[in-house]
Nanobody, 124 residues
Framework: QVQLVESGGGLVQAGDSLRLSCAASGRTFSSYTMGWFRQAPGKEREFVAAFKRSGSTYYADSVKGRFTISRDNAKNTLYLQMNSLKPEDTGVYYC??????????????????WGQGTQVTVSS
């Protein structure tokens, strides 16, 4: 069992930056593949970025070159640095943990644990 708590969301203007954090407690953080997802009003939850237990990272095409996922296993914390934010980045951002060793890292259904989400709003 792992508990996830996101923080760092807010209201910003287009072009600004934000850094989201996800604090994890419970089982060994380093053994999980960790991901960030987001959900805009009226839309399905979508993949943003993932950091596998192997060290590999993955990004949605829409955020490549602007967002960076990182993790600090000593602090049990996952981060998402978001630069050059756009209005279409608006949504609730969720942190998620996958306890299994898999080839994939981008699918909502593979993640076992979810945080409560943090709102990111980007105005134009």
């Amino acid at each position: 069992q792992v508990q996830l708590v996101e923080s760092g969301g807010g209201l910003v203007q287009a072009g600004d930056s934000l850094r989201l954090s996800c604090a994890a407690s419970g089982r060994t953080f380093s053994s999980y593949t960790m991901g960030w997802f987001r959900q805009a009003p009226g839309k399905e939850r979508e993949f943003v970025a993932a950091f596998k237990r192997s060290g590999s990272t993955y990004y949605a095409d829409s955020v490549k070159g602007r967002f960076t996922i990182s993790r600090d296993n000593a602090k049990n914390t996952l981060y998402l640095q978001m630069n050059s934010l756009k209005p279409e980045d608006t949504g609730v951002y969720y942190c998620a943990a996958d306890s299994e060793r898999r080839h994939t890292a981008t699918m909502v259904e593979q993640y076992d644990y979810w945080g409560q989400g943090t709102q990111v709003t980007v105005s134009s």
